[in-house]
């Protein structure tokens, strides 16, 4: 289940990425699509949100940010 962590209600354009960079910023770039390029990002608002290790940040539907506790799956190496 996911945590609010902070409440933005950024409303999202069309093409474009949505993410929260290094500095725990929500930044945004134009997505590549067939031949053209994409775009440099942009802040979009500053949090300055400080990451823990094992979880995962992103921009909810309401547009604001969350955070969720990382599940690792898949299978375990053998050791030899």
Known sequence: MAEKL???GIKREKGFL???DKQ???????MARGKSKGG?????S???IKRKEGYLYFLDKAGDVSC???KRGG???KKK
Do not use: N, Q, T, W
Request: proline share 4%; aromatic share 8%.
């Open 75 to 77: 299978k375990k190496k």
């Open 46 to 48: 500053k949090c300055g």
């Open 24 to 30: 725990g910023d929500v930044s945004c770039a134009k």
């Open 6 to 8: 902070v409440k933005l």
């Open 68 to 70: 969720a506790k990382m």
């Open 18 to 20: 949505y993410y929260i």
């Open 40 to 44: 440099k990002p942009k802040k979009v």
